[in-house]
């Protein structure tokens, strides 16, 4: 069954507003990753956040993530077209020894 | 180094043919992974090999799945007969830890007639 499932799945703004998706997952984890999906190519990872961590950044993302309602969240400031792509969350159930990813979500930036 | 790579990026086949899907890892690392994508089942996890030996190969569908590594450099999924059903865009990733982060490959794009 799905570990992750991603919130919205599918999410329209415009260039230079903020993009916010969401992760919930169902059981403990020892970290939680975010990758995105350009049309028609492979995933790329983006970031990683371990279960002892609430909150990352990396460039104009920002990951939190709260072990107690098993979800997190990335952030996108200042989106741009480029950003447009499907968003993925990856987790480790503590007893697996694989990543299971989400369905994603969309994000659509229009200029 | 130049990444995974995967070849070929499309293949268009005739139900009842044989597929054959290869992956060339990045160097160094441990873990090679095979996932097939669908619009309808997402990112499914087929097999997964450690130092070129198969660990769990819990998501292969049938018995018409079969995967290889015969040496760190090189993987193959075959698909034989290959049926409509399973038509997908398969990927390969590797990495250094089986949970760590995953670099994917471009993904080969199977359409089975």
């Known amino acids: 069954s799905q570990q992750g499932e991603e919130d919205p799945q599918a999410l329209s703004i415009q260039e230079g507003e903020n993009a916010t998706m969401n992760c919930s997952y169902k059981t403990s984890i020892n970290n939680l990753q975010w990758y995105r999906q350009n049309s028609g190519r492979g995933l790329v990872h983006l970031i990683l956040i371990r279960s002892n961590e609430r909150e990352k950044h990396s460039g104009r993302l920002r990951v939190t993530l709260d072990t107690s309602k098993k979800s997190s969240s990335l952030l996108i400031t200042a989106s741009r077209a480029a950003d447009t792509a499907s968003y993925f969350c990856a987790t480790d159930p503590s007893g697996y020894s694989t990543l299971t990813f989400g369905k994603g979500t969309m994000l659509l930036v229009s200029p | 180094d130049a990444g995974v790579i995967q070849s070929p990026r499309h293949e268009v086949t005739e139900m009842g043919q044989e597929v054959t899907l290869r992956c060339k890892p990045i160097s160094g690392h441990d873990y090679l992974f095979w996932y097939r994508q669908t619009m309808m089942r997402g990112l499914e996890l087929l097999i997964y090999?450690?130092?070129?030996?198969?660990?769990?190969d819990s998501g292969m569908p049938e018995d018409r799945f079969s995967a290889k590594m015969p040496n760190a450099s090189f993987s193959t999924l075959k698909i034989q007969p290959s049926e409509p059903r399973d038509s997908a865009v398969y990927f390969c990733a590797s990495s250094l830890y089986p949970t760590g982060e995953l670099f994917f490959g471009e993904g080969s794009r199977l359409t089975v007639l």
């Open positions: 090999f450690n130092n070129n030996v198969p660990i769990d």
